[in-house]
Nanobody, 123 residues
Framework: VQLQASGGGLVKTGGSLRLSCAASGCSFSQYTMGWFRQAPGKEREFVATIWRGKTYYSDSVRGRFTTSRDNAKSMVYLQMNSLKPEDTAVYYC???????????????????WGQGTQVTVSS
């Protein structure tokens, strides 16, 4: 499974960005697709995921971020609105085919990772 994330950049507070993640080498529709982020000096943290057709979000992004997927294109997206400086991080997409609900927020539970894309929100 190969994952390629894109769409990061520099944006001002309150702005929007849309991240994309292209998957290949897998039966895409069968995979849970998650988004994580890692800020300098911090651990990688859960942002959002799509598990069995349902979306889940961290408290810090719920209501501002939306994740979606297009199984026909093997793509997953993260629409980020009302961005804040604390959203600054490298964002990663991740995939796994065998997650249970209790494990969807744990980075260690995802087997496949993209290379990350930098998101910087200026104040």
């Amino acid at each position: 499974v190969q994952l390629q994330a894109s769409g990061g950049g520099l944006v001002k507070t309150g702005g929007s960005l849309r991240l994309s993640c292209a998957a290949s080498g897998c039966s895409f529709s069968q995979y849970t697709m998650g988004w994580f982020r890692q800020a300098p000096g911090k651990e990688r943290e859960f942002v959002a995921t799509i598990w069995r057709g349902k979306t889940y979000y961290s408290d810090s992004v719920r209501g501002r971020f939306t994740t979606s997927r297009d199984n026909a294109k093997s793509m997953v997206y993260l629409q980020m609105n009302s961005l804040k400086p604390e959203d600054t991080a490298v964002y990663y997409c991740a995939a796994d085919a065998h997650l249970i609900l209790s494990s969807i927020t744990g980075a260690q539970n995802y087997d496949y990772w993209g290379q990350g894309t930098q998101v910087t929100v200026s104040s």
